[in-house]
Nanobody, 125 residues
Framework: VQLQASGGGLVQTGDSLKLSCTVS????????LGWFRQTQGTEREVVSA????????FYADSVKGRFAIYKDDARNTLYLEMNRLKSEDTADYYC???????????????????WGQGTLVTVSS
C-alpha cells in the first residue's frame, strides 16, 4: 500500500490550502485514516482523523473550526481542507492509513500501518 500526499505550499496567514492523499490498492474503503504534522525537533502529532465510514471525525484543538477532513472512496483519496491558516500551522503534513478500520478514529502514531511522505506547508505572517 502506498500513500501519496500532495497540496502543500507557501501561503500567507489567513489563506487556505487543501491537502490530498491518494492511497493505492482496493482496501481504501476499510481504512481508518489520519493527518499528522511534524516540525523539526518535535514529535509527530495528530491533526485530524476519520473512521472508515467517514462518519466519525477528530480534530486537534488547535485546528478545530478551521480544518476539515473528508474522504472520497471512489477516488481512494483523503483530503484535509485547511482554512484561516496561522504561522503555527507550518509543518510537514503526513497522511496515514490503518488496515483495520473501526467506528472510532485513531489518533496515535503507532495505530497506523501505512504512511505517506510529508508535504510541507509553510504559512508566512
Amino acid at each position: 500500500v502506498q500513500l501519496q500526499a500532495s497540496g502543500g505550499g507557501l501561503v500567507q496567514t489567513g489563506d487556505s490550502l487543501k491537502l490530498s492523499c491518494t492511497v493505492s490498492g482496493r482496501a481504501f474503503r476499510g481504512y481508518n485514516l489520519g493527518w499528522f504534522r511534524q516540525t523539526q525537533g518535535t514529535e509527530r502529532e495528530v491533526v485530524s482523523a476519520i473512521n472508515f465510514q467517514g462518519t466519525n471525525e477528530f480534530y486537534a484543538d488547535s485546528v478545530k473550526g478551521r480544518f476539515a477532513i473528508y474522504k472520497d472512496d471512489a477516488r481512494n483519496t483523503l483530503y484535509l481542507e485547511m482554512n484561516r491558516l496561522k504561522s503555527e500551522d507550518t509543518a510537514d503534513y503526513y497522511c496515514a492509513a490503518r488496515r483495520l478500520g473501526g467506528v472510532v478514529y485513531n489518533i496515535r502514531v503507532d495505530e497506523y500501518d501505512y504512511w505517506g511522505q510529508g508535504t510541507l506547508v509553510t504559512v508566512s505572517s
